[in-house]
């Protein structure tokens, strides 16, 4: 017996292949966008820019001598998340640049206008940057 | 067209070319929407303006008095106060006047300006008018602008006009350049 329904079907059976064919397009649609959606809401691109721009004011507003203590930890789980496990942070000392890398796709870059010599180290969750005079090793 | 899109009475089924017409209309909605929102920038350029005033007031002001020297030509602005050259003259992110006044108003040594003098003008044309109206654009710098009494020499009072402002709104660094 032969049922008229969402599946199951027809005189000439023809509408299964065709209701199926329909619900996977659907669904891998409405898939990508989800998966769009999501991947944007967490991704490297709006952390690289908050940290970027959130540490090169700090050095700004920094003393020399000065250690600073920023909790990394969403920035360490979005890096893993993208197999980044290295150089998240660096400071460009040239040309006086913050920049900050979460993914394998480059990241992003904040200038600063002090001249002092800035060290950054990632000691657990935490990013650990010494302000230091220009010259000075051990300040 | 065939079964899928069409029945023999030329009806519509279940996947017609306005379905996908609105499956896509939707999903560049989406798409745009997203991109629009996360990409845009978070604007510090109006606090790095505040740091940047304050940095050169705490430098060069020290219990109320100018520190000594800044009243010669040779005071380097840059130097004391620890800014670097590049960032500021060359790279043109940032614009700092000083001017230094005693009490009369009359200007005690020049102005010291640094940075990008393009700003100057850009500043001024931001500064509220009559109504209290102001005018700008997106990628105007910010600008910070102050006068604060102080002393110099023996207890003489003068002010101090701080104008800064910046322009730095940092950049996406592509993958070669990170390499």
């Keep these: 017996m032969l049922k008229r329904g969402w599946l199951i079907y027809d005189k000439r059976g023809e509408d299964i292949f065709m209701n199926v064919i329909f619900i996977v397009a659907n669904l891998l649609f409405f898939s990508m966008f989800m998966i769009f959606v999501f991947k ?9 820019q908050a940290y970027a721009k959130q540490i090169a004011m700090l050095i700004d507003y920094s003393e020399p001598k000065t250690d600073i203590k920023i909790d990394f930890s969403k920035a360490i789980s979005v890096a893993k998340e993208n197999e980044k496990i290295q150089n998240l942070v660096k400071v460009d000392e040239v040309n006086k640049e913050v920049i900050v890398s979460l993914s394998g796709q480059g990241g992003y870059g904040m200038k600063y206008f002090s001249d002092y010599k800035v060290e950054t180290e990632l000691v657990d969750n935490f990013l650990l940057i010494h302000i230091k005079e220009k010259g000075v090793e051990n300040g | 067209m065939g079964k899928l899109f069409s029945d023999r009475k030329g009806g519509e089924k279940i996947m017609s070319v306005w379905w996908f017409a609105v499956l896509i209309v939707v999903g560049t909605g989406i798409v745009i929407s997203v991109l629009i929102f996360y990409s845009a920038d978070v604007d510090v350029r109006y606090t790095e303006s505040e ?68 700003f100057l003008e850009d500043c001024k044309i931001q500064e509220p008018d009559e109504n209290g109206k102001t005018t700008g654009a997106k990628y105007y710098p910010k600008c910070s602008e102050n006068t604060i009494n ?11 006009e701080i104008l800064t402002a910046s322009n730095n709104l940092g950049r996406k660094i592509g993958v070669t350049e990170n390499a």
């Design chain 1, 40 to 48: 944007a809401s967490t991704g490297a691109m709006i952390y690289e």
């Design chain 2, 150 to 160: 102080v002393n110099y020499g023996e207890d003489k009072k003068g002010k101090l």
């Design chain 2, 51 to 118: 740091i940047l005033y304050n940095k050169i007031v705490d430098c060069v002001v020290q219990d109320g008095f100018l520190i000594d020297g800044v009243l010669t030509k040779e005071f380097d602005l840059m130097k004391t106060c620890n800014l670097n050259t590049k960032v500021i003259n060359e790279e043109k992110l940032f614009y700092i006047k000083m001017n230094i006044l005693d009490e009369n108003g009359k200007s005690l040594r020049e102005p010291i300006i640094k940075g990008n003098v393009l």
